[in-house]
């Protein structure tokens, strides 16, 4: 027997190169989302109006774009892709094997280590358990901020429909009103219509005329006006040429930081929020109405980069953005056993506030490490693995 190198390449060469410029973006969301759950664990009547309040305080607020931007990233890279299209169910299974499997064994274990167990096990009848796992798995999440995973996929189930929705609609008005119509009128005229839905459902929610934990935070309604946009980005793009794009960006920017100033103004008068913080709506993050036009304005600003082409340079911030799913699924759990259990590590972010921040970058590094180390370590097993040859002589 004798033992030989079979070669193979890492990655195909015809494989595009990774954009920095989004990684960026998505590097800077991940650690947006880390940032607000854990720097919002200061952001209550126990530590109103310390250091570390006004910290957590001013990230998650400032953060608070953080899952709008992944929707709108996520749309756009689908309707960028290059890739044939396949049949559906090839679709579907690149889903299934990429986040539904991730997003059940973080559920998995988020289900006992985060002691939703005994919950679960205290509910009196066999359906009221299935019917808790049902709501939790597929709307919910297991954890509640895990919900962004059932939502992504809710919007991922459609978005064959979304992409060819503006085709169908087309088709329909050529037959109705000939060629009056165009098919970039009617990508624009439906980015409008789902602009004003997720408007509607915001205020409604805001107003507690619906419930903000069933119609806005887990729904995808809600959301499809970034997911749509995304998909349907280059024709929405081909309206602006690059001086308009920079004008977009430049009244983008400054929507936002008068939203933000409004949002602070309101947060930090105590009449309003209480003497211990007690009376805020923090936790209505995105139909809050300032906050919903903070969110929409700075995707805005963000989608100005992508227009206008821009690539960037990698940086340890764009190092993230590949391995964002994977940061997600389990820096709740990485906090929680790194940091929240241990009074010492509180203690230390109350007397330095600035910790909070290493904590929720370091929680997002060593997932993005770990992943990436793995990921090296399965490519190289795969180009020199060692077939063994019988050798007659």
């Known amino acids: ?26 590097g800077v969301a991940i650690f947006g989302v880390a940032i607000i759950h854990f720097g919002g664990s200061f952001v209550n009547g126990d530590h109103a109006w310390s250091p570390s309040f006004y910290l957590g305080l ?25 890739k044939a ?26 289900f006992f280590v985060l002691n939703h167990y005994p919950t679960w096990e205290a509910l009196p009848t066999a359906g009221e358990k299935a019917s808790w796992l049902v709501v939790r798995i597929f709307y919910l ?28 609609i087309h088709a329909l008005t050529q037959r109705v009103a000939g060629p009056a119509v165009r098919y970039e009128q009617v990508v624009v005229g439906l980015s409008l219509l789902f602009l004003g839905l997720h408007v509607v459902l915001g205020v409604l929610c805001f107003r507690s005329i619906l419930s903000y934990y069933t119609w806005c935070r887990p729904c995808g309604l809600f959301w499809l006006v970034y997911f749509f946009t995304g998909l349907h980005f280059k024709t929405l793009a081909s309206f602006l040429n690059r001086r308009r794009w920079l004008i977009l960006g430049v009244l983008a920017l400054l929507v936002a930081a ?34 919903l036009v903070y969110d929409l304005a700075v995707v805005a600003a963000c989608a100005v980069g992508l227009g206008l082409g821009w690539t960037w340079r990698a ?6 953005g590949p391995y ?23 203690e230390a972010c109350r007397q330095m ?36 040859i019988h050798n007659p002589w």
């Open 58 to 82: 001013i990230l998650g607020q400032f953060f608070n774009f953080a899952v709008p931007l992944f929707i709108f990233l996520s749309g756009a890279l689908a309707g960028a892709s290059t």
């Open 315 to 320: 940086s340890i911030v764009s190092f993230l």
């Open 353 to 388: 506030p600035e910790v909070i921040v290493v904590i929720a970058a370091s929680a997002c590094l060593v997932l993005a490490g770990a992943k990436y180390l793995y990921v090296t370590a399965i490519g190289l097993i795969r180009q020199y693995r060692l077939v063994l």
């Open 324 to 346: 964002t799913l994977d940061i997600y699924l389990w820096h709740i759990l990485l906090l929680y056993e790194g940091a929240w259990r241990y009074d010492e590590v509180l």
């Open 141 to 168: 999440g297991v954890e509640p901020t895990l919900y962004f995973i059932p939502l992504i996929l809710s919007l991922y189930l459609v978005q064959p429909a979304l992409k060819a929705l503006p085709r169908w």
């Open 258 to 291: 008068g939203a933000m100033a409004f949002d602070f103004r309101y947060l930090t008068d105590r009449s309003l929020v209480g003497a211990h913080f007690e009376f805020n709506n923090t936790d209505f993050a995105y139909c809050r109405p300032q906050l």
């Open 85 to 110: 299209p396949g049949s559906l169910w090839q679709y579907y299974r690149g889903r299934i094997v990429r986040i539904v499997l991730p997003y059940l064994a973080a559920s998995l274990v988020s």
């Open 1 to 26: 027997m004798m033992s030989t190198v079979t070669d193979r390449p890492l990655a195909s060469p015809t494989a595009p190169a990774r954009n920095a410029y989004i990684d960026t973006l998505r």
